[in-house]
């Protein structure tokens, strides 16, 4: 058992593992700047559920679980705020989801839609092919560009081992590590 002694010095000597990923949208600009990362944004607040409802179709945004009020406001001021920061992402990527494709065209105005985003939670054979696409896609990116992936929990848990909450953002770098993270207001 530890006394009060050894516990404080061993957590200060875990105290720099603990923060190796800085949070607030000062540490996550910082690092967008730089480039080599990408941020892993799971999709705006969506109405209350779980998944999407059953038999819903891609197709159809009628059939899926969409964004709240609360979550088309979030996406907004996201986008506001990379605007502030003069941070332009080289690529906008999306999951098929229309929570996902609506997070990103009410930030950004746009987005390309990215297979390896597309949500695995009810099909999770597809989660290793999902992630090895995410990691060697990192690994491409250069220095002075970043990427925004707009996703689900359930991706950006599968590379990160993270769970963000709906319009929380996770700085990566090429490695999949994160290095910060927070939300965009």
Do not use: Y
């Not at 910082?30 to 969506?46: F, I, K, Y």
């Not at 990215?114 to 491409?140: C, H, I, Y």
């Not at 359930?154 to 999949?176: C, F, H, K, R, W």
């Amino acid at each position: 058992m530890l006394d009060r002694r050894a516990f404080s010095l061993f957590a200060l000597a875990a105290m720099p593992a603990l923060s190796s990923a800085q949070s607030g949208t000062t540490a996550m600009a910082e690092r967008l700047r730089a480039g080599r990362c990408a941020v892993l944004w799971r999709h705006a607040q969506t109405v209350p559920g779980i998944g999407d409802p059953p038999g819903f179709t891609l197709a159809s945004c009628g059939t899926q679980r969409n964004l709240s009020d609360a979550g088309r406001a979030q996406a907004r001021t996201a986008g506001e705020w990379f605007k502030a920061q003069k941070l332009t992402p080289h690529a906008v990527l999306s999951s098929a989801w229309c929570r996902c494709k609506d997070t990103a065209d009410l930030a950004f105005g746009g987005h390309e839609p990215w297979a390896p985003l597309n949500s695995t939670f009810a099909e999770g054979d597809k989660a290793g092919a999902a992630r090895a696409a995410m990691v060697q896609r990192l690994a491409s990116l250069l220095a002075g560009r970043f990427e925004v992936w707009v996703t689900h929990q359930v991706n950006i848990t599968a590379l990160t081992n993270a769970v963000p909450s709906m319009g929380e953002g996770l700085v990566v770098d090429a490695a999949g590590t994160i290095v910060a993270r927070g939300v965009f207001a």
